[in-house]
Nanobody, 117 residues
């Protein structure tokens, strides 16, 4: 069982930056592929970025070059550094953990990011 708690969301002007954090409790954080997803009003939830236990990362095309995902296994935490934010980045951002071997998936409660123009 894994519990995920996101923090760091808020209101920011276009062009600004935010850093989201996701703290995981439970066992063996290093066995989980971690990801950030987002869901805007009226839209489907989409993958923003993912990172494996050995730090291989991938990004949605819409955020490449602006967002950076990282993890600190010693702190059971994954981060999403978001730079050059745009109004279209406005969404609820969710942390996701997927077990490498069982594919069990856990979700956080979400954190709101609002980018004003």
């Amino acid at each position: 069982q894994v519990q995920l708690v996101e923090s760091g969301g808020g209101l920011v002007q276009a062009g600004g930056s935010l850093r989201l954090s996701c703290a995981a409790s439970g066992s063996r954080f290093s066995l989980y592929v971690m990801g950030w997803y987002r869901q805007a009003p009226g839209k489907q939830r989409e993958l923003v970025a993912g990172i494996s236990s050995d730090d291989n990362s991938n990004y949605a095309d819409s955020v490449k070059g602006r967002f950076t995902i990282s993890r600190e296994n010693a702190k059971n935490t994954v981060y999403l550094q978001m730079n050059s934010l745009k109004p279209e980045d406005t969404a609820v951002y969710y942390c996701n953990a997927r077990h490498r071997f069982t594919s069990y998936v856990y979700w956080g409660q979400g954190t709101q990011v609002t980018v004003s123009s």
